[in-house]
């Protein structure tokens, strides 16, 4: 956590107002954000009730909404949901608003993430064609417009399908100066890395994603780490979620979109599929 609130304040375009949700903290948690809240005017702190058990996906938007509450959104051009769990190069918001001033098209954008194995730096593997999760950077205009983040699992894939929907980008870059440290491995867990996979595969579930989409999933996630059973634990997430008839996002319209660009993602390669809904739907600059 010092490691992000070091990282941010290091900016060279640092945050006008920076509220850090405290969602229960039992450790020295709220001792070290008051300890920099002193320090800085523009840190403000929520804290809320710890509510006795983790809830990856919603439990982080309800914390997000938390702080997204306590402001006025019309009075900033743009926002960001940050973890605390990562080490961000000295200009990386500066150069994300640069590439959005530049790209009026864009509604949300981020660097690229990176863990750091045996003193290197190793890519989390993330598409171009979505922002990161862990720190989404939004125009606020498009952030209210797609209605905000959906409070469930994927939440983080719901909102960059949807800006494509309403004719506005979503894309992340691996530039030097944007790319930053996870200091948490993507799809981990509380309880294990494979629960945090499987957990993955209920979220495509619960989006709209079709079963063709997973297995090439599965299959382009074998050489990550834990080998091969990474992969299929996602795929059996999907798989389990399918069998229980568990529910699916509520918006037939979006997911029919989702599955078309799945299908055309497939067939032409992501790029191609993303340039075409581009061509089709992106509102005029």
Not at 84 to 89: A, E, G, I, S, T
Request: with cysteine.
């Amino acid at each position: 956590m010092r490691q992000t609130l070091d990282s941010v304040i290091a900016q060279t375009l640092p945050p006008t107002l920076w509220v850090i949700v405290d969602d229960g903290s039992s450790d020295d948690t709220p001792h070290i954000l008051e300890e920099y809240r002193r320090r800085h005017d523009w840190i403000r702190i929520v804290t809320r009730q710890d509510r006795g058990h983790r809830a990856v996906g919603p439990g982080v938007i309800d914390a997000f909404y938390a702080g997204y509450e306590t402001i006025v959104p019309d009075d900033y051009d743009y926002l960001c949901k940050l973890d605390l769990d990562l080490r961000l190069p000295p200009r990386y918001f500066e150069g994300l608003v640069e590439r959005m001033e530049a790209e009026p098209r864009i509604a949300t954008c981020s660097g690229k993430a990176y863990v750091e194995e045996n003193g290197q730096l190793v890519s989390e593997r993330h598409g171009d064609e979505t922002s990161l999760g862990m720190t989404k950077f939004y125009r606020v205009s498009c952030f209210t417009a797609i209605g905000g983040f959906v409070r469930e699992v994927m939440w983080d894939g719901i909102d960059c399908h949807r800006c494509r929907m309403l004719g506005w980008m979503a894309c992340s870059w691996d530039d030097p100066e944007l790319r930053f440290v996870h200091l948490r491995p993507m799809g981990s867990s509380q309880l294990g890395v494979y629960t945090g996979r499987m957990r993955h595969g209920y979220g495509q579930y619960f989006m709209g994603t079709g079963l063709p989409w997973m297995i090439a999933t599965a299959i382009y996630r074998i050489p990550e780490k834990p080998y091969v059973v990474g992969g299929l634990a996602i795929l059996w997430g999907w798989l389990k979620s399918a069998w229980q008839g568990k529910p699916r996002y509520g918006d037939a319209e979006f997911r029919a979109f989702l599955r078309r660009y799945q299908w055309r993602a497939l067939l032409l390669g992501k790029r191609r599929a993303i340039e075409a809904i581009h061509r089709e739907r992106c509102i005029a600059d």
